[in-house]
């Protein structure tokens, strides 16, 4: 599998009854034409719509459903054109391994006259659908409306992000690199573990980083550290003058880092700063993280290997996803500071990196360079995956990112200002009470329905707070 988010990609299955083609005939020319607006709708919004043949028979389904299936798509959109008998369709499409996301939906808009009934009955054969569903143990999303109607299509795009995101925790390759931080237990998880998601745990050999920084050119240096400087700014005072050596040393660290995952085709990573001078490299490479976030892999910190793969999982869906760590709390204006060392994606930033020199005082590593950035402001949903003794599960809550107010007195660090949708203090005893590990992921502009769907798809049990 590959990093980067790519087109999400749907079969769209039409469902129809064999009856009306041989009662009603003039009707399938109208239904046909609503399964090609849909599609056209969807394909408006982003999607990669794949189409097929109307479906009625069981037979037909079985094809449609094995065209899907060659092609690779993401998940499956259902769409009733009119009543559909379920026993022709249901068994069919629960065997698939793809996700279902049924679209209930009808031609008309305005329902008024009794010549409309034939063509806007679908609803009816939803639940049929949905009911013989349920009972063969295939989880769906739902989302029911008219395709018109402000919303409806933004919902079903989410639910498909979520199936791309739950898609690619399988086969996911995620790296130690420096092991886990030395009596920091709560993310703690063994490979067999992970491997029961699908995911594999890869470490470097002995000598494969050093090998890989001694490898990096000169130019390719020259090149990445006017890239930082193009796009960033150095903040005042002394460690906003670093030396072009410093610059270099750590440019080298995150060059060295990034042929590395590339080589190992990584999805999703985890730096265990203390320990990073055992690895190969001379510094951490914070800049590299925030960049391989921004190209679509997953982090964490300190060797949080679950949180960066779910992280990676959820990335490969939702553009704006990053590794966040509450910090501190504001009680006096309920909400709380989200912060790192040095890490977040730079794809969920405003304003430009604030390149500085950073005072390594936490092991034996020297000095990198490091760009700090303030996270934007919008509506977010907060994402924790733990452990409570009897399985994992997803805690989800709804959040507001939000300017500092005033003057931004945290420049020269990673920052975002986070406010629940609840008393801080409530909040965070949600977070505790459950057991919430301390470390996170942020998902911009999205719904914590997708993310719910993308929760179930995963077999983890899932908590709204």
């Not at 109307?54 to 054109?81: M, P, Q, T, Y």
């Not at 906003?240 to 750590?250: L, Q, T």
């Not at 977040?344 to 930033?349: F, R, T």
């Not at 301390?438 to 707070?465: E, Q």
Request: overall charge negative; proline content about 4%; glycine content about 8%.
């Amino acid at each position: 599998m590959t990093a980067n988010t790519s087109t999400v990609r749907v079969g769209l299955l039409p469902l129809y009854v064999a009856l009306y083609d041989d009662s009603v005939p003039f009707l399938r020319p109208i239904v046909e034409n609503y399964y090609a607006e849909a599609a056209d709708a969807l394909s408006k919004k982003g999607l990669d719509v794949m189409r097929v043949p109307v479906c009625r028979l069981k037979d037909e389904f079985a094809d449609a459903i094995r065209a899907f299936e060659n092609a690779g798509v993401d998940c499956i959109i259902s769409l009733h054109l009119a009543y559909s008998p379920s026993l022709e369709s249901a068994e069919v499409v629960a065997a698939t391994k793809l996700p279902l996301i049924v679209l209930d939906s009808t031609e008309a808009f305005r329902f008024s006259h009794p010549d409309e009934i034939l063509a806007n009955h679908g609803i009816h054969g939803v639940m049929d659908f949905c009911n013989l569903l349920r009972r063969y143990k295939k989880d769906y999303a739902i989302a029911a409306g008219h395709l018109s109607e402000e919303g409806l299509l933004d919902r079903v795009v989410e639910l498909a992000k979520s199936a791309v995101a739950a898609n690619a925790l399988k086969g996911m390759r995620v790296a130690s690199i420096g092991g886990s931080f030395a009596g920091m237990g709560d993310f703690v998880v063994s490979d067999e573990e992970l491997a029961a998601f699908g995911i594999e745990v890869v470490r470097p050999a002995e000598g494969a980083l050093a090998a890989c920084r001694a490898a990096v050119t000169d130019a390719e240096i020259e090149a990445e550290m006017a890239a930082d400087l193009a796009e960033g700014v150095r903040l005042p005072g002394d460690y906003g003058n670093f030396s072009p050596e410093i610059h270099a040393r750590s440019t080298r660290d995150s060059l060295a880092l990034r042929h590395w995952l590339n080589d190992e085709k990584i999805d999703a990573f985890s730096v265990n700063f203390p320990m990073v001078d055992k690895t190969g490299l001379r510094t951490m490479p914070f800049m590299e993280t925030c960049r391989a976030m921004a190209r679509g892999l997953g982090y964490a910190g300190e060797g949080d290997i679950l949180t960066a793969a779910f992280c990676g999982a959820l990335r490969r869906g939702f553009t704006a996803t990053t590794f966040v760590e509450p910090f501190c709390p504001d009680w006096s204006d309920n909400r709380v500071l989200l912060s790192h060392m040095g890490e977040v994606n730079y794809g969920c930033i405003d304003g430009p990196v604030e390149l500085t020199e950073f005072e390594f005082v936490y092991g034996t590593a020297e000095n990198p360079v490091v760009g700090f950035a303030h996270m934007r402001a919008g509506e977010a949903v907060y994402i924790n995956i733990y452990n409570d003794g009897e399985g994992f599960n997803m805690l989800l809550s709804p959040v507001t990112m939000e300017h500092p107010a005033g003057e931004d007195a945290f420049a020269g660090k990673i920052r975002g200002w986070m406010r629940p949708k609840m008393p801080l203090g409530r909040f965070l005893e949600g977070l505790s009470a459950v057991g919430a590990t301390h470390h996170s992921i942020l998902v911009y502009d999205t719904t914590v329905d997708a993310l719910a769907y993308f929760g179930r798809l995963c077999g983890l049990k899932t908590s709204i707070l």
